[in-house]
């Protein structure tokens, strides 16, 4: 019952904050602001980094972390673009079997790179920091590596729709988020995996007990994740109509911050995936708020900071612990 009303609490907090810093900038913009164009914007921006997210938030829900995501995804955009600039490939088989590959080879090098995490983590037993730190530096590496440095671009013109197009008037990406999300969510709400990763957040001791498999939890978990870079990596080459090292840079810290304030226990075992949306959304909203007021990246980082710092303060007053981020795994 405790741990329902601190869940409840944090939900109440997160929509208390959505709808203030909603009503701030309807005083600061008005309908220069809440009108269907810039709607439409945040939808396509949306993509990339509600995925991103995600995979933030379910490598929490094991007590861990994933600081690799951004590495990880620009790894998979670089194989993926790769294939989409493969002369030879275009000119053997038609476009949509090129496209088709390349989205399976981003998704295959998310997998394969969340497995490689969980696998560090799970079974060498390296703190889930220090595995994704060096993961991520291995990850940016190899795509180094592999451009130089340098963009790729000149993709299919049929793969943009991937990013940039509608159905149902609505953006796709967007469409893609809601329908990801939908999905993840009843995955952790039902499914035989979705329980043993709560049980084993919340008490690693006791879901070895149980008879759940904790090393095999945890690679599931980080392996899911990277799947879900993977789909993150191809919505933004497509936004973007170009794959390089560094993209993204700015989205660790706050997919961490929308993790968090979407009530994510950074201990593991607790956490309402809805809240990671309503987050995804707000910190969107945010984003365009700061562009339109021109306010610099640098100052940006100083606010998502100072606002994980005082969600951290708010959740831990309501639960009454001092916080680990990264405990068990």
């Not at 972390?65 to 590495?71: A, C, E, P, Y």
């Not at 998979?76 to 496209?99: D, M």
């Not at 809601?178 to 006791?206: C, D, E, M, Q, T």
Request: include cysteine.
């Amino acid at each position: 019952m405790q741990a329902r009303t601190i869940h409840l609490s944090k939900i109440f907090l997160l929509l208390s904050a959505f709808f203030i810093v909603a009503a701030l900038i309807y005083i600061a913009f008005g309908t220069r602001f809440y009108n269907s164009r810039n709607f439409i914007s945040m939808g396509f921006q949306i993509g990339e980094f509600a995925f991103l997210c995600m995979a933030m938030a379910i490598a929490m829900l094991t007590g861990g972390i994933d600081l690799s995501v951004v590495s990880n995804m620009n790894l998979a955009g670089i194989f993926a673009a790769y294939v989409l600039t493969n002369e030879a490939l275009l000119a053997g088989t038609s476009t949509v079997n090129v496209i088709l590959l390349a989205v399976a080879v981003a998704l295959l090098s998310g997998l394969i790179g969340g497995i490689l995490n969980g696998l560090i983590i799970a079974k060498i037993g390296v703190h889930s920091v220090l595995a994704t730190i060096g993961t991520m530096m291995l990850f940016a590496g190899f795509g180094m590596i592999l451009t130089g440095g340098r963009g790729i671009v000149g993709f299919p013109d049929e793969f943009s729709f991937v990013g940039n197009g509608k159905l149902l008037g609505l953006p796709f990406p967007f469409l893609v988020v809601l329908i990801a999300f939908a999905i993840v969510g009843f995955i952790l709400k039902r499914s035989n995996w979705g329980h043993s990763l709560y049980l084993f957040g919340s008490n690693p001791i006791a879901s070895r007990f149980s008879g759940i498999n904790n090393a095999r939890t945890i690679i599931i978990t980080y392996a899911i994740g990277g799947f879900l870079t993977g789909i993150s990596a191809l919505i933004m080459i497509s936004r973007t109509n170009s794959a390089r090292v560094g993209y993204g840079e700015s989205y660790l810290l706050q997919a961490i911050v929308v993790a968090v304030m979407g009530t994510m226990d950074p201990r593991g075992g607790s956490g309402k995936f809805s809240g990671i949306l309503i987050s995804v959304i707000l910190l969107q909203m945010l984003s365009s708020a700061f562009t339109r007021l021109g306010i610099t990246p640098f100052a940006r980082g100083l606010v998502y900071g100072s606002i994980l710092l005082l969600i951290i303060i708010a959740y831990e007053t309501l639960s009454g612990r001092k916080i680990t981020i990264g405990k068990r795994a």
